[in-house]
C-alpha cells in the first residue's frame, strides 16, 4: 500500500488505519523484550478483564499475548521489522514485494489452501506494509487459534519464492500501483512525503515502488531481502482475545519451529533509533486528471517517542480532528469551500509530519489555502481554549478506549509497541498522559511547529 490513511494488503482488501493514538514509551511501563532472557516470560500489564504477557522463544523471537475476558474471538499478528525505509534505491518496493508473495505457496502448502484454511472457518486475513515494518494477520474463532498461527508460521518461515510467483505478482504489485495513482489523496500524501525527505531518501519513496523498480527486482534480490530481514530476532507474535499466554506460546514454537527456524541465539532485535533526519521546506505540484485538487500543507512534526506527542495529539483532533473542530466549520461548514478536510501527524523513529489535507474544486484552491494557513498561524501564535482542550481530550479518551473493544485492535496494540517501542505503556497510562495536558503544554507545541517551515503538495487539473 502507498497510502498514509489506507493500507491495502495482499488480498487486495483494503484496511483503514484509523486515528493515531500515542502507545509508549512511559517510566511507569515495562522495558520492550529486547532486554528479556530468553526462554522467561514477565507480566506486562494486570487489571480488570485483560492480562498482557510476553515470552521471548530462542532465536530472540518474541510472543506477547493479552488474555480478555468475554469474547470468543482471537487475532493474531506476526510483526516483522522491516519496512521501505529500509530498502536501498536497487530494493525499492520489495517489502512489500515480498509481502504479497508470502501468501503464494510453503512447501506444506499451495497459495490456494492458505486462502482455503481461513476461510473455511470465516477468518479475517490479511497483511500490510508500512515504512518501518510489514504485519501478518488473522482474526479467528478462540477455537481455530490453533491454526491460524500454524498458517502464519508456515508461510513467514518457509515461503518457496518461485519464479513464476514472482513473475504472477509482478503484474499484481503493478495494478495496485497503478491503482494508488489514481487515488487523489494517495498522490498528494506520497508527494507531500517525497517534498519533505527527499524523493530518493528512504523516508521520501513511496512503499509500494515505482513501475520501474517493480518491473527490475529480480527474484534473487527478493529471497536475499527474505533471508536478511525475516529472522525471528527481527520478529514479534501478539495474539489478543480468549486465549492462554503458555498455550499461544507453545503453538509458536511449533509453528514458527520449521526447519530449524529457532535454532539460532540471537537476541531481540530492539527498537529502531536513528539521527535526526533533515526536512526540506518548499512546495511542488503534479498534474493529474482529477476532478478535485489534493492538498497537503504541512511542516516538521514529532518523533514517534517525543513526549510531547500527547499535547500534538490534542492539537490535532482541535485543528481537524472532527466535525466540531476549527478547518471543518471554518472550511466547509461556513464558507462551503471543500467537502474533506482533516489535520493528520505522522512519526517516525526520529522524524515526524504535521499538516492538513483538504480536496476542493479548483476555482477554489486559493481561498482554501488562504484559510488553512489562517487558521494555522492563529493556533501557533494562540494555542486553544480550555473548552477546545476538553473536547480534544474527551474525543482521545473515546476514540483510545472504543478502538480497543475488539480482539485485533488489542493484538495491534501490544504487537506494534513490542516492535517500535522501547516500553509498552498501558491503556491507563495513555488516558492519565492525556489527561495530564495542559493549555499551556498545547500552545508551546502549536508555537513551536505550526509556525515552522512549510512544506506543500498540490495533486490536480
Request: hydrophobic share 40%.
Amino acid at each position: 500500500m502507498t497510502s498514509r490513511k489506507t493500507e491495502t494488503g495482499a488480498t487486495g482488501r483494503q484496511t483503514t488505519a484509523g486515528r493515531s493514538f500515542p502507545v509508549g514509551p512511559a517510566d511507569s511501563a515495562l522495558p520492550s523484550g529486547a532486554t528479556q532472557r530468553v526462554g522467561t516470560t514477565v507480566t506486562l500489564e494486570e487489571g480488570p478483564g485483560a492480562v498482557v504477557r510476553r515470552t521471548v522463544l530462542p532465536g530472540g523471537l518474541r510472543v506477547v499475548t493479552e488474555q480478555m475476558a468475554g469474547v470468543r474471538s482471537a487475532a493474531v499478528g506476526v510483526w516483522v521489522g522491516v519496512g521501505s525505509r529500509d530498502e536501498s534505491a536497487r530494493l525499492h518496493g520489495a517489502s512489500h514485494f515480498l509481502e504479497h508473495l508470502l501468501f503464494k505457496g510453503t512447501p506444506e502448502r499451495t497459495a490456494l489452501e492458505i486462502s482455503l484454511a481461513l476461510d473455511a472457518v470465516g477468518g479475517e486475513f490479511n497483511a500490510f506494509t508500512t515504512k518501518e515494518y510489514t504485519c501478518f494477520h488473522a482474526r479467528v474463532l478462540d477455537d481455530d487459534l490453533p491454526l491460524a498461527i500454524d498458517v502464519l508460521g508456515d508461510m513467514v518461515t518457509s515461503s518457496t519464492l518461485t519464479s513464476d510467483d514472482v513473475e504472477a505478482e509482478r503484474d499484481v504489485i503493478l495494478d495496485e500501483i497503478a491503482m494508488h495513482d489514481d487515488d487523489p489523496d494517495d498522490v498528494a500524501h506520497n508527494l507531500f512525503a517525497a517534498q519533505a525527505y527527499g524523493a530518493d531518501a528512504p523516508l521520501g519513496r513511496g512503499i509500494a515502488g515505482t513501475t520501474t523498480s517493480i518491473e527490475a527486482l529480480s527474484r534473487d534480490q527478493i529471497r536475499r531481502f527474505y533471508k536478511k530481514h525475516y529472522r525471528p530476532a527481527n520478529m514479534v507474535v501478539s495474539a489478543a482475545g480468549n486465549l492462554d499466554h503458555a498455550t499461544v506460546v507453545r503453538l509458536v514454537r511449533k509453528a514458527f519451529g520449521r526447519g530449524g527456524f529457532l535454532s539460532g541465539s540471537e537476541p531481540p532485535v530492539p527498537p529502531r533509533t536513528g539521527r535526526s533526519v533533515r526536512i526540506r521546506s518548499g512546495s511542488v505540484a503534479e498534474a493529474k486528471p482529477f476532478e478535485q485538487v489534493n492538498l497537503v500543507l504541512g511542516m516538521p512534526g514529532l518523533a514517534r517517542a517525543d513526549d510531547r506527542r500527547f499535547a500534538l495529539s490534542v492539537l490535532t483532533a482541535t485543528l481537524g480532528g472532527g466535525t466540531s473542530s476549527r478547518l471543518f466549520q471554518e472550511v466547509r461548514e461556513r464558507r462551503g469551500l471543500a467537502y474533506s478536510v482533516y489535520s493528520f501527524a505522522s512519526s517516525h523513529a526520529e522524524t515526524g509530519l504535521v499538516g492538513v489535507t483538504v480536496g476542493c474544486l479548483p476555482s477554489k484552491v486559493d481561498e482554501v489555502l488562504s484559510v488553512v494557513r489562517s487558521e494555522l498561524a492563529t493556533l501557533a501564535r494562540d494555542g486553544i481554549t480550555a473548552e477546545e482542550l476538553a473536547v480534544g481530550k474527551g474525543q482521545l479518551r473515546g476514540g483510545l478506549v472504543l478502538g480497543l473493544e475488539d480482539s485485533a485492535s488489542r493484538m495491534s496494540r501490544i504487537g506494534k509497541a513490542e516492535l517500535v517501542h522501547t516500553e509498552l505503556l498501558t491503556i491507563d497510562d495513555v488516558l492519565a498522559r492525556i489527561d495530564a495536558v495542559t493549555v499551556e503544554d498545547c500552545r508551546a507545541v502549536a508555537a513551536q511547529l505550526f509556525a515552522g517551515p512549510e512544506i506543500l503538495a498540490v495533486v490536480g487539473p
